[in-house]
């Protein structure tokens, strides 16, 4: 038989639900790569946070434009990359990208990548 304290630490239904149906909300307002404009815009990660996808994990990127405004993006696996390993560094710098849109794989495969170019400073 459970303790008190131990009831006590574990979630009720209602609040599970709560957490759900934000979780969900949350994940439905992140833009697809091919959303952002292809335009030459430059952003700045601000964040990153790793969550479970249908195909493996995936990341939400929060970046900010020129003008303060900031948005929530499904980050490309390789971008992440470039994150995780500048995260690692003592003195990380600040990761910057221009997003070039999406093209077919040079494989015939027909797959989209998402395309960018990204600096540090």
Do not use: H
């Not at 979780?23 to 697809?32: G, W, Y």
């Amino acid at each position: 038989m459970a303790s008190s304290t131990q009831q006590e630490e574990f979630i009720s239904r209602s609040a599970f639900k709560k957490l759900c149906v934000q979780k969900k909300q949350e994940e439905r307002d992140v833009k697809r790569w091919v959303e952002l404009p292809a335009d030459g815009t430059i952003y700045k990660i601000v964040n990153s946070k790793k969550v479970q996808g249908k195909f493996g994990d995936c990341y939400i990127l929060t970046i900010r434009n020129k003008l303060c405004e900031e948005s929530k993006v499904w980050g490309p696996k390789r971008l992440q990359k470039e994150i995780e390993e500048e995260a690692q560094k003592k003195k990380p710098r600040s990761i910057y990208f221009c997003s070039l849109g999406q093209n077919k794989k040079q494989d015939g495969s027909g797959f989209l990548i998402n395309e960018y170019d990204s600096c540090r400073r």
